[in-house]
C-alpha cells in the first residue's frame, strides 16, 4: 500500500511539482545537506552539551535527563528508519536506483536532531518572543530539508512526510519524559 497504491499516485503527481520548481538547485543541495547527520548531529550535540551544563550548574533535579533523552531520541532514528526501509523497500523518484526511501532518513535526523535542540533551548530562553523564534526556526529549518530533498529528486515528498509525522512522536516522547520524570521531589503529585 505504501510502496504502490494511491500514495504513489499522490507522490507522481506532487513530485514533479516540487522537484520543477524555482528553487535554484545549489540552495535545494544546502537544505538537503543540512538533514545529514554530519550537519545535524554535531548541532544536537551542542545543544546537549549546553543543556546539561546549565542544569548542572543551577542544580536542577534531574538535569541530565533532558539531555539524554534527546541523545536517546537521535539513537532511535536508525534504529526505526532503517527496518522500516528494507521492510517497505519502496523505490525512490525517477533517477534513483534502488528501493529504502521510504521513510526518509536525512528528514528523520533533521527533526530529531532540530527538534531535540530547540526543545533542549527552550528552557533557557527568556521572553516568548525568543521562544517562538526559535519554534519557527525549527520548523523552517525542517521544512526546508524536506524541500529540498524533494527539489533535488532524492525522495518522494511523502517519503519526509512521513518521517516527520513519525519522528514528531518521538520527539512526543522525549517531551512527555521530561515533563513527567524531570520534576523536583516537592513538584511530584502526591498519592490521593
Known amino acids: 500500500m505504501i510502496a504502490d497504491g494511491p500514495l504513489r499516485d499522490a507522490d507522481e503527481r506532487l513530485g514533479p511539482w516540487i522537484t520543477g520548481s524555482r528553487l535554484p538547485d545549489g540552495a535545494a543541495e544546502l537544505l ?3 538533514g545529514s547527520v554530519a550537519v545535524a548531529a554535531p548541532l544536537l550535540a551542542a545543544a546537549i552539551a549546553y543543556a546539561a551544563w546549565r542544569g548542572h550548574r543551577a542544580g ?7 539531555p539524554v533523552t534527546a541523545a536517546m531520541a537521535m539513537a532511535v532514528v ?3 528508519v532503517i527496518p522500516l526501509k528494507e521492510l517497505i523497500g519502496r523505490t525512490g523518484p525517477p533517477g534513483m536506483d534502488g528501493t529504502g526511501y521510504y521513510p526518509s532518513g536525512h528528514t528523520a535526523t533533521a527533526m530529531v536532531a532540530y527538534g531535540g535542540a530547540t526543545l533542549l533551548l527552550l528552557p533557557y530562553l527568556r521572553g516568548s518572543y525568543a521562544r517562538r523564534e526559535l519554534v519557527i526556526a525549527c520548523a523552517l529549518l525542517n521544512f526546508g530539508v524536506g524541500l529540498g530533498l524533494v527539489r533535488r529528486g532524492y525522495h518522494w515528498p511523502l517519503d519526509v512526510v512521513a518521517s516527520w509525522c513519525l519522528f514528531g512522536m518521538v520527539l512526543q516522547v522525549m517531551v512527555v ?3 513527567r520524570h524531570g520534576r523536583r ?3 511530584e503529585p502526591q498519592p490521593k
Do not use: I
Not at 536542577?60 to 533532558?66: D, G, I, P, V
Open 78 to 80: 536508525p534504529v526505526l
Open 32 to 34: 538537503a545537506d543540512l
Open 185 to 187: 521531589a516537592d513538584e
Open 60 to 66: 536542577t533535579y534531574r538535569w541530565w535527563l533532558a
Open 177 to 179: 519524559v521530561v515533563a
